[in-house]
């Protein structure tokens, strides 16, 4: 029988999902946008966005700006409803940070920082009006209420699933 050839949508879907099973977590809408932030974070451009401010958003710092310029009245970059587009990019941004790459977070301090960030921005998308989009509401509540979860099944799903001794 010839091997069937695995898309990159297949392969993240199934390691999250085996990574969830492995771990006893029952979240499946989570465990559905951990996939999907997955799959959108593979290509560069999602990962640093084009910002108004700067040609590409490629530090959290750049990201807090850019909702800062959002609101500021009067400006060209003025456009609040960016601000959600934004705040969730920060989000996942911080979730993939401190859980797929947490060693590069050199201290616990920066980690800390990291979930901090994660969780704020999950709760912002939560809980504001403007931010709400129907069931994606209980899907940032739960990984703003268990951010440090979800990271510690990315690093899981990252040393079992995808890493090879080889490099």
């Known amino acids: 029988m010839a091997p069937t050839s695995m898309t990159l949508d297949d392969l993240l879907e199934r390691t999250v999902t085996l990574s969830f099973d492995d771990l006893d977590c029952p979240d499946a809408p989570v465990r559905d946008y951990l996939a999907d932030l997955l799959l959108r974070f593979v290509r560069t451009d999602d990962l640093f966005p084009r910002g108004h401010t700067r ?8 990201v807090l700006a850019e909702i800062e310029g959002c609101w500021t009245i009067g400006s060209p970059d003025f456009a609040p409803e960016r601000e959600v587009a934004l705040r969730r990019h920060l989000g996942d941004s911080a979730l993939l940070n401190a859980g797929f790459f947490w060693e590069r977070l050199r201290s616990a301090g920066t980690r800390r920082h990291y979930v901090r960030l994660g969780r704020w921005a999950y709760r912002f998308l939560a809980e504001h009006e403007r931010a709400r989009r129907g069931s994606q509401e209980a899907v940032f509540t739960l990984l703003a209420e ?11 799903l990252r040393e079992i699933y995808l890493y090879s001794e080889g490099g």
């Open 55 to 62: 040609p590409r958003l490629e530090t959290i710092g750049d």
């Open 146 to 156: 268990r951010f440090e979860l979800y990271a510690g099944i990315l690093t899981y």
